[in-house]
């Protein structure tokens, strides 16, 4: 049985068609590399599988069940968990408070339920050595690393018990050497028979760690093959449209 | 909090270039010892008893104001409401006191209870409208309370046809009490600033609700996604602002005995620049009740300090200003100095 099960989807924003008539089935502990150049529509599919916005038409199922996800929280419910290009951190807040944004540990009896800082702290800092991360639950996002900021980002995809988890460029903006750790996680998630999504524009991210590859242009999907059955130089001409359709 | 980490390669701020001694509110609480320790030396009549009292009375209704005015900030809005509000809110609740008055003739309490029903409900109306135009229709908070400042206190006047109103009945002497007695030797006012900025640090800082009030100020796009109820924690923010200045409101009419139509006429400014010196950065995501009420008794000792130094008191305005700008520029320089 598919995870994850699109039909049809489409978005418009007024005139402007972003997305027409998308199929994409994904099964459990598979890795996906999403491609396309920029205004492709990818960065409007993942938003529409995050409950960001909803679709124009057509049908989402997920787990087996059919889905409309209103808010981002829907879709978290659901097992769905998103790292966001910009990874969506506050940076006046500490990297615990930023794991466990929106979803706090609270002790005590309504209406007298407040945070359980401790609980919260241990936590991410198991988080944080799971990731192998020099990192401080204490310490202000503001102070951090760029791969320090990803760890965040990151961790927080693992405080539930997700079942996919899409990541938005997440090696755009790092070093060689997290670049590295960020696939290995993606090879540990996958290991749990958690599905991934990976958007990237780095060929070789996508050809290391994806078991398939589905390439978007102009709003449509116009290739989903294996990876050993494509090679970067198809790819390339998928995105840019030298190649028409695979 | 010591989770016992040792890391090779991540280095770790002293302990005086972070946390609460890091903070713009630590330096404002050293300025205001100083400056009271120096006046205490210069005139003697500062530390006596009948002084500070006043000092203390005459803070808190800003401080009361600055409380709330603070959660708008922090979350990255203004409130430029709040003056305009405590007058509309102390004269609605001493004029339904004064409609009501003996229709209640032997329960006591019930006309000013009603009063005080008539002013929440006020506070309310007026924090909503602030909160859903902000949060959901998505006005500028500077623009949106701008016009309800002047909407207002348009109100007070359209309700007063521009007269003084002082309360009367048998609760009025219960109002008096309530507003401008004492409890342990100290002033009902001061009284209620502590408990309520008590409170609020609790809040803030072991709440998931003041958790988000930060992370939006922080980043609102972020505490969105995150699933934070943005728009909830901004209107619950602005109604907070209204209660408070509407709550300060009535505390003055009962300590001044009338609400003229024009009562706090300009406090706006006072109350943002309190919260402002206390630490409350008006780009968001920074400020607390500490910072509110140091804010507020720093400005009115060097209001007191002016006039025990026979200072001309035109001059404490410009003062004021000097300092808003000092306490920000200090923490500018700190924040450049830490990187």
Same mark, same amino acid.
Request: charged share 15%.
């Given at each position: ?73 829907? +879709? ?8 966001? &290009? ?31 800082? +401790? ?23 503001? &102070? ?6 990803? +760890? ?5 995809? /693992?405080?539930?018990?997700? /079942? ?22 993606? &090879? ?23 078991? /398939? ?34 | ?139 500028? @908070? ?24 002082? @309360? ?7 109002? #008096? ?11 009902? @006012?001061?009284? #209620? ?13 072991? !709440? ?29 923010? #602005?109604?907070? !602002? ?24 300009? #406090? ?6 309190? !919260? ?64």
């Amino acid at each position: 049985m598919a995870l994850l099960q699109l039909r049809d989807i489409g978005k418009e924003f007024g005139a402007i068609r972003a997305l027409g008539g998308v199929d994409l089935t994904l099964h459990r502990g598979e890795v996906l590399g999403l491609m396309g150049d920029n205004g492709a529509g990818k960065s409007t599919l993942v938003r529409i599988m995050a409950g960001n916005f909803r679709p124009s038409h057509g049908t989402m199922h997920f787990n087996g069940r059919p889905v409309e996800f209103h808010r981002p929280a829907d +879709a978290r419910d659901a097992g769905i968990e998103v790292v966001y &290009q910009d990874l969506a951190l506050a940076d006046n807040l500490t990297a615990a408070a930023n794991v466990f944004l929106g979803r706090e540990l609270r002790r005590g009896v309504w209406p007298f339920r407040l945070l359980d800082h +401790a609980a919260m702290q241990q936590r991410a800092a198991e988080l944080f050595q799971e990731l192998k991360s020099e990192t401080r639950p204490g310490d202000l996002v503001r &102070q951090m690393s760029g791969g320090q900021r990803q +760890a965040v980002a990151i961790a927080r995809t /693992r405080l539930a018990d997700a /079942r996919l988890v899409i990541m938005d460029e997440p090696t755009a903006a790092i070093s060689v050497r997290q670049v590295h750790e960020v696939l290995d996680l993606i &090879q540990r998630l996958r290991d749990r028979g958690i599905a991934v999504i990976l958007i990237s524009h780095r060929m070789p991210d996508v050809f290391t760690v994806c078991d /398939r590859v589905a390439v978007m242009r102009r709003g449509r999907k116009v290739a989903d093959k294996p990876i050993g059955q494509t090679s970067p130089e198809e790819i390339t001409g998928l995105i840019t449209g030298a190649l028409e359709v695979a | 909090m010591s989770t016992g980490l040792h890391f090779t390669n991540v280095g770790r701020a002293p302990w005086h270039r972070r946390g609460f001694f890091a903070s713009q509110t630590f330096y404002v609480a050293v300025a205001f010892a100083l400056i009271a320790l120096g006046m205490a030396i210069l005139s003697p009549i500062f530390l006596s008893g009948g002084n500070l009292y006043n000092i203390s009375k005459n803070f808190s209704f800003v401080a009361i104001v600055a409380l709330g005015v603070t959660l708008v900030i922090v979350t990255g809005g203004i409130d430029l409401s709040v003056g305009s509000t405590m007058a509309l809110v102390a004269l609605v609740t001493v004029m339904t006191l004064n409609a009501v008055a003996g229709r209640f003739s032997g329960l006591p309490g019930l006309a000013l209870g009603a009063a005080l029903c008539a002013g929440l409900a006020t506070s309310l109306a007026i924090g909503l409208i602030n909160g859903v135009l902000v949060a959901k229709v998505g006005l500028s @908070p500077f623009v949106t309370t701008l016009g309800m400042l002047s909407i207002a206190r348009g109100l007070c006047y359209v309700i007063t046809d521009g007269r003084g109103q002082a @309360p009367q009945g048998d609760d009025a002497e219960l109002l #008096y009490s309530l507003a401008d007695g004492q409890l342990l030797g100290l002033p009902m @006012p001061v009284v #209620y600033l502590l408990v309520l900025a008590g409170l609020l640090g609790l809040v803030l800082h072991h !709440s998931a609700w003041g958790r988000h009030l930060f992370a939006i100020g922080g980043n609102e796009r972020a505490a969105r996604l995150c699933g934070v109820r943005v728009d909830a924690v901004k209107i619950s923010a #602005y109604v907070l !602002s209204a209660l408070a200045a509407g709550f300060a409101g009535v505390l003055m009419a009962g300590w001044l005995g009338s609400v003229p139509a024009n009562l706090a006429f300009g #406090y706006e400014l006072r109350i943002i620049a309190a !919260s402002v010196i206390g630490g409350a950065n008006l780009a968001g995501g920074a400020g607390g009740p500490l910072g509110a009420v140091l804010g507020s008794a720093l400005i009115e000792v060097i209001r007191n300090g002016l006039v025990l130094g026979k200072v001309s008191p035109y001059w404490q305005d410009t003062l004021i200003g000097l300092i808003i700008i000092l306490a920000v520029l200090v923490d500018r320089l700190r924040a450049r100095r830490a990187g």
